[in-house]
């Protein structure tokens, strides 16, 4: 059944206000700075998609990383983007889980292996750091105590090829996503924690949830 003219035309007109039929020229990350540090096949491919979004992007270590977090205060428009291309050193990214707190998006990803991790962005107290990652991590596996030694690097041999320029690509994409979603103020994916097989470049979700602070123990008591 064809509709009339003025019906396509109507149809025409809503999806072109709605932005469906027009190319559009906003650059969803213009006015904001984003940081990145890590390793360069990533962070390279990363910084090309952030600056054609429109971000101002700078380069950083983690002295800058530390020094930023200590400095106590708000950068509401500004995110860190840390990629590795290997496991997390332990106690890497303690500094940069304070970023949050202060109001500053953190957004992570490094690689295991023949899989890659995206961390949920953390922009507000309470949204899920590296550290709780870790910990639900942990508490996912059987295989825990197993987990802790490769994260600490014993008994761990040389690692595979670094990541293919098509992994570099895929990764950038989904980091740039999750920096395009902070940025126009949407909360979707702060609880997303995905893993990313190199191998055949599949993406799998899974739900993360914070990990409480816990009270301190108390004090023993001595008898009287």
Request: aromatic share 4%; proline share 7%; with cysteine.
């Amino acid at each position: 059944m064809s509709r009339g003219g003025g019906e396509v035309e109507e149809l025409a007109a809503a999806f072109t206000d709605a932005g469906f039929l027009t190319a559009g020229t906003d650059r969803p990350l213009a006015g904001r700075t984003v940081l990145l540090a890590g390793d360069d096949i990533l962070t390279e491919t990363l910084a090309r998609c952030v600056a054609s979004e429109g971000a101002h992007v700078e380069a950083v270590d983690a002295s800058a990383v530390a020094t930023l977090a200590a400095e106590d205060r708000c950068a509401p428009d500004t995110a860190l983007v840390w990629c590795l291309d290997g496991p997390v050193p332990p106690g890497l990214w303690d500094a940069a889980d304070r970023l949050s707190e202060l109001g500053t998006a953190w957004l992570r990803c490094h690689r295991e292996g023949r899989q890659a991790w995206i961390e949920p962005l953390a922009a507000r107290p309470g949204d899920v750091t590296a550290a709780a990652v870790r910990l639900r991590r942990l508490a996912a596996t059987p295989a825990h105590r197993e987990l802790a030694a490769y994260w600490a690097g014993q008994g761990v041999a040389e690692g595979p090829a670094p990541a293919s320029e098509a992994a570099a690509a895929l990764l950038a994409s989904l980091l740039t996503a999750d920096l395009i979603t902070w940025a126009t103020g949407a909360h979707a994916g702060r609880r997303r924690l995905r893993r990313v097989d190199l191998r055949d470049l599949t993406v799998h979700t899974h739900p993360v949830l914070p990990v409480p602070a816990v009270a301190p123990l108390p004090t023993a008591r001595t008898a009287p």
